[in-house]
C-alpha cells in the first residue's frame, strides 16, 4: 500500500510555537542586518574569493558571509523553548566547525586537520544524542562519525555557486522541522527553523549576483547542523523506515558529492582537488543561467525532501519512496555525467578592479 495514514501528532502548544516563530524571525533578522557589515568588513581586509580556474564566479566577491549566518542562528537559539546542555552541544560543536572554516577562509587548514575537528566534534555530538543507534556504542561511535564527516562535507562541496547552497540548505532545513515539530520534537524543529530562517536572509545577498558568498565558515556550520538535526529526529516508525527518511532528507546533497566522486574517478582527477563538475556547473553548461539552475536545484530538493518527510511520517510506503527517488537520481546522474567538463571549455575566470 502506498500511503499510509496516520493521525498527526500536535503537541507543540501554541506558546512553544510563537517562541520558536519569533526565533526564526531573529535569525532572519539578524543575517539580514549582519551581511552588510560583515561584507564591509571583507572588502576592507580583502577576504573576497578571486577567480580561479576551479570555481565558476568572474569577480573577486568577499566571502565571510558564514559569519552572518551562526550569528544569526546561534543568537536566535537562545530564544528557543526547551533549550538544554544537549542542543547547546550541537550549537557550539557547529561553532567550532564554523571557526574552522573560518581560518581556513583565511589561510588553507590541512584536510587532515579539518578531518581531525570534524571528528571531533561529531564525538560530542554523540556524547549528546545525536547519534546512530543501531548496534553499541563502539560500531554507532563510528557510524556517527561518519555520518557526520560525510553530510557535512557534502554542504561543504555544494556551496559552488549564487544561491545554491543557501537555497537547498533552506529546503532541507523546512523538512526537518515539519518532521520534528509533527512529531513534538520542540527543540530539534527550532533548531532547524532557526538554520533555515538564517539560509533565507543570506539569499537576499547571495543569489545571483552574489554580493557575498559563505565560504567555508558557513558551508561546514550548515552542513553540520543540518547533519545534527536530522539525526536526531525520532519519528514513530520502524527503524529502517527511519534511515530511508533520514537519507532523503539529506539526498540533495549527498546526491552532488556522489557525482563529483564518480566523475573525478572516472577522469583520472583527485577527488580532494577542486572542479567546475558538480550539478551546478553541468546544468549552467546546458545554457541555464545562475537563477534558473539554483531554482532547479530547489524545486528538485523540494521534492524528495518532500518524499523524505511523507516516509518519516508513515503516509508512504519507504520502499516505493526510495525505489523512486533513487530511480530519479540515478537516471538524472547518467544524464549529468554526459556533459563534458574537463575540457577547454572550462570557464574563463577575469580580473577586475576593485
Known amino acids: 500500500m502506498l500511503l499510509v495514514l496516520v493521525p498527526p501528532v500536535n503537541p507543540v502548544d501554541a506558546a512553544e510555537s510563537l517562541r520558536i516563530a519569533i526565533a526564526g524571525v531573529i535569525s532572519f ?77 583565511f589561510r588553507n587548514v590541512s584536510a587532515v586537520g579539518r578531518l581531525l575537528f570534524e571528528a571531533g566534534v561529531a564525538s560530542a555530538a554523540f556524547l549528546a544524542g545525536a547519534r546512530v543507534d543501531i548496534f553499541n556504542d563502539g560500531v554507532d561511535l563510528v557510524l556517527t562519525v561518519g555520518w557526520f564527516v560525510v553530510v557535512t562535507n557534502a554542504f561543504n562541496l555544494l556551496d559552488n555557486m549564487d544561491g545554491g547552497m543557501a537555497s537547498i540548505a533552506a529546503v532541507v532545513s523546512a523538512a526537518i522541522a515539519t518532521v520534528a515539530l509533527v512529531e513534538g520534537q520542540v527543540l530539534v524543529g527550532g533548531l532547524a527553523v532557526v538554520t533555515g530562517a538564517a539560509c533565507i536572509g543570506f539569499l537576499f545577498y547571495n543569489w545571483y549576483p552574489a554580493q557575498i558568498f559563505m565560504g567555508d565558515a558557513g558551508s561546514l556550520f550548515l552542513g553540520f547542523m543540518l547533519a545534527a538535526t536530522a539525526l536526531k529526529l525520532r519519528p514513530r516508525v520502524p527503524h529502517a523506515t527511519s534511515v530511508t527518511g533520514l537519507v532523503l532528507l539529506l539526498s540533495p546533497a549527498l546526491f552532488d558529492t556522489l557525482l563529483v566522486v564518480v566523475s573525478r574517478v572516472r577522469a583520472g582527477r583527485s577527488v580532494f582537488v577542486g572542479g ?79
Open 29 to 105: 533578522v539578524v543575517v539580514v542586518g549582519a551581511v552588510p557589515v560583515v561584507r564591509r568588513i571583507a572588502v576592507a581586509k580583502g577576504i573576497t574569493d578571486r577567480p580561479r580556474l576551479d570555481r565558476w564566479h568572474k569577480r573577486p566577491t568577499p566571502h565571510l558571509g558564514g559569519a552572518a549566518l551562526f550569528l544569526g542562528t546561534l543568537g536566535s537559539s537562545a530564544f528557543l523553548p526547551k533549550l538544554n546542555a544537549e542542543a547547546a552541544t550541537l550549537v557550539v560543536g557547529a561553532l567550532v566547525l564554523a571557526i574552522v572554516g573560518l581560518v581556513d577562509d
Open 276 to 354: 567546475t563538475d558538480h550539478t551546478s556547473h553541468r546544468l549552467m553548461r546546458l545554457g541555464f543561467g545562475q537563477r534558473v539552475t539554483a531554482a532547479m536545484l530547489a524545486g528538485a530538493s523540494m521534492t524528495v525532501v518532500t518524499a523524505g518527510v511523507l516516509v518519516s511520517e508513515r503516509r508512504v510506503n519507504p520502499v516505493v519512496a526510495g525505489v523512486g527517488v533513487g530511480i530519479l537520481w540515478i537516471g538524472a546522474a547518467l544524464g549529468l555525467l554526459r556533459i563534458p567538463v574537463y575540457d577547454a571549455r572550462l570557464p574563463k575566470p577575469v580580473t577586475l578592479a576593485g
